[in-house]
């Protein structure tokens, strides 16, 4: 598969419900994580047009930065720290509306106003998260949620 086909003019759960079919296409007969990342965060991120979705991946004590679509991000983030490091240490998604509203918050980038993040699991352990952060408040919901979760599936997949 070369490219992205889905339609603008279809709703979000449409487009999420393509978005996954594609993302397991695309990554289904290639091994390499880095490559299977890479990918599908530029599919997210073309079919939505959020400001920046990207993976952290757990290494020793810290999330680093991986595979990104978007403005440049912070490169290690800790246990804990952010929402990233909190999706990491709770291990569980978190929805924020509203960055500033959200105790210890890392802004990457001033045009972030909103953001999801979803644990990537390896057996019992995190073993990085998906991020998305977008420029209007709100964004995200259970939609997004449910639908992320099984594009992290398939990435959790390739892990075993
Ligand atoms: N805002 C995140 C940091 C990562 S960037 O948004 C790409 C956080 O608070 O963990």
Redesign the pocket.
């Known amino acids: 598969m070369e490219e992205i086909k889905i339609s603008q003019n279809l709703s979000k759960e449409e487009k999420y419900i393509e978005l996954v079919n594609q993302v397991n296409l695309l990554i289904k007969h290639e091994t390499d994580l880095i490559a299977n990342l890479s990918n599908t965060c530029s599919a997210i991120n073309e079919v939505h047009n959020f400001l920046?979705t990207?993976f952290y991946i757990v290494k020793e004590d810290e999330l680093v930065l991986g595979p990104f679509q978007g403005p440049v991000?912070?490169t290690r983030?800790g246990f804990g720290?952010?929402?990233?490091?909190k999706s990491w240490e709770e291990k569980r998604s978190i929805i924020v509306d509203d960055?500033e509203k959200f105790p210890g918050?890392?802004?990457?980038?001033s045009k972030?106003k909103s953001?999801i993040v979803i644990p990537i699991f390896r057996g019992e352990d995190v073993f990085g998260i998906l991020?998305v952060?977008d420029t209007r408040y709100g964004t995200f919901d259970e939609v997004d949620e449910k639908y992320l979760k099984k594009i992290v599936e398939l990435i959790e997949k390739k892990l075993i």
Do not use: L, Y
């Not at 720290?81 to 490091?85: A, D, F, L, P, Y």
């Not at 918050?105 to 980038?109: K, L």
């Open positions: 920046w990207g991000a912070c983030i720290r952010g929402v990233c490091g960055v918050h890392i802004a990457c980038s972030s953001e991020d952060d």
